[in-house]
């Protein structure tokens, strides 16, 4: 069982001609495992999961899995039918995954007592270990502090990926070591690292994912200033990531590794040819 500690990546899901690249993700994911990441998540926000049926999604997972000890494996599950998110729950946990990462029900923006019911049915029904995503700005709906400090004790429910904007809130959770806290938003991993959090789920991570684990390894060593001159060093790269919506910049600098087209599913769109040149710049940057 993992716990959840680590660097770990939220993927990309390749597409060529609109249908996934399973070489692509493939090859992606051996070079992130070799890189020393704890392990990836599957079809999460990254992984443009909103534009994939359940069957696509169910087929990247297992994809992974081949390539994939499951302890290392992370899926996302999120949506606003309840019923419908149960039974998809129900198909994922046969694959028996690391873990499900889990968003408050997105549109709908239910009351805080919604929320706890919301989140206490799924981990009612989890055979699995729940990770709770904070991330208001896509869901529409934010977690009040005490409403996570509540719904955290669940004993199914293992870490929480903060992306809540709120740093009292991440200190809070963290000295309660009720679960694992995971960075989730890129510019903050070094803070949050220094804070005493447990890793991070990120998505810039896919480049030079070697340096991130670098970086929390010099951390839980004491040398603080060499894991400052790598973040340092990421900054510039982690910026130009989130220069558009992820994961167009994203894409956009694997397809110039040549690991996979520079292709995302409509309404989203590849990042534009300014974007292109930042992310090469940064990309150099980097570069051993």
Not at 3 to 29: C, K, M, Q, Y
Not at 144 to 165: N, S, Y
Request: proline share 6%; hydrophobic share 50%.
């Amino acid at each position: 069982m993992s716990n959840f500690r680590g660097i770990w990546v939220a993927l990309v899901t390749p597409f060529r001609s609109g249908e996934i690249d399973f070489a692509a993700l493939r090859s992606l994911v051996s070079r992130l495992m070799d890189d020393g990441v704890a392990g990836v998540v599957v079809c999460g926000s990254t992984g443009e999961a909103a534009a994939l049926s359940h069957d696509e999604q169910l087929a990247v997972l297992d994809a992974v899995l081949q390539w994939v000890p499951p302890e290392q494996v992370i899926m996302g599950l999120a949506g606003n039918n309840l019923r419908e998110l149960l039974a998809f729950q129900l198909k994922i946990q046969l694959r028996s995954p690391a873990g499900l990462l889990v968003p408050a029900p997105y549109y709908i923006r239910p009351s805080q007592q919604g929320l706890e019911a919301f989140f206490q049915t799924v981990a009612d029904a989890a055979s699995v270990p729940l990770v709770l995503y904070d991330i208001p700005y896509r869901t529409g709906v934010r977690m009040e502090r005490e409403t996570l400090r509540r719904i955290v004790q669940h004993p199914r429910i293992a870490a929480i990926k903060d992306c809540g904007g709120d740093p009292e809130t991440t200190m809070v959770l963290i000295a309660d070591g009720e679960v694992a806290v995971l960075a989730g938003e890129d510019q903050q991993i070094f803070g949050h690292l220094c804070l005493g959090g447990a890793g991070a789920i990120s998505a810039s991570a896919h480049i030079r994912a070697d340096l991130y684990v670098l970086m929390q390894r010099q951390l839980e060593q004491g040398e603080l200033a060499a894991a400052r001159r790598t973040f340092y060093r990421l900054l510039p790269w982690i910026q130009a990531a989130f220069a558009e919506p992820n994961p167009a910049a994203i894409k956009g600098a694997l397809a110039l590794q040549g690991m996979m087209a520079n292709e995302l599913r409509e309404p989203m769109q590849a990042c534009t040819p300014a974007t292109v040149e930042r992310v090469r710049g940064a990309l150099a940057a980097i570069a051993d």
